[in-house]
């Protein structure tokens, strides 16, 4: 006897029942229905899942948000298209971002030139913070 569940019926009494595209095959003493378990994906933290969007959402592109969280920028895409993520229409401002450590974020906040003329947030990541800030384009 096996200890996985059956899905049709949710009885416990199943048997091995062979090998399916390389997963093992059970079939349920109860009901005689044949099922496959699921196969155990890579799961990613809910936290990366959620920085990805937020950075999306700040203007941030799929690949750069590949490079700074180390996921791909596929995942991100997929998770942009599941949770229907919709950026906010193009303005005059053009987001950059700077990852900083705890010193060097005191550093720049403690210069009065970097806090005036644009709009920003700090989000933690990881060990380190993202400052995003919004400047106008220039049309010289």
């Not at 062979?18 to 009901?31: D, E, L, P, Y």
């Not at 937020?54 to 599941?82: A, P, T």
């Amino acid at each position: 006897m096996s200890s996985s569940k059956c899905p049709k019926c949710e009885n416990t009494e199943t048997v091995r029942n062979g090998v399916v595209g390389g997963r093992q095959r059970f079939r349920c003493k109860n009901c005689d229905y044949n099922f496959t378990v699921q196969k155990v994906g890579k799961g990613i933290d809910t936290y990366y899942v959620i920085k990805a969007l937020q950075l999306y959402i700040e203007g941030v592109s799929f690949r750069e948000i590949e490079r700074l969280l180390g996921v791909s920028h596929v995942s991100v895409m997929n998770w942009v298209k599941k949770y229907q993520i919709r950026v906010p229409a193009k303005n005059s401002y053009h987001p950059t971002y700077k990852i900083l450590n705890q010193s060097e974020l005191a550093a720049y906040f403690s210069n009065r030139d970097n806090v005036t003329g644009a709009g920003m947030i700090v989000t933690e990541l990881g060990d380190k913070f993202m400052l995003i800030k919004w400047e106008r384009f220039r049309s010289d």
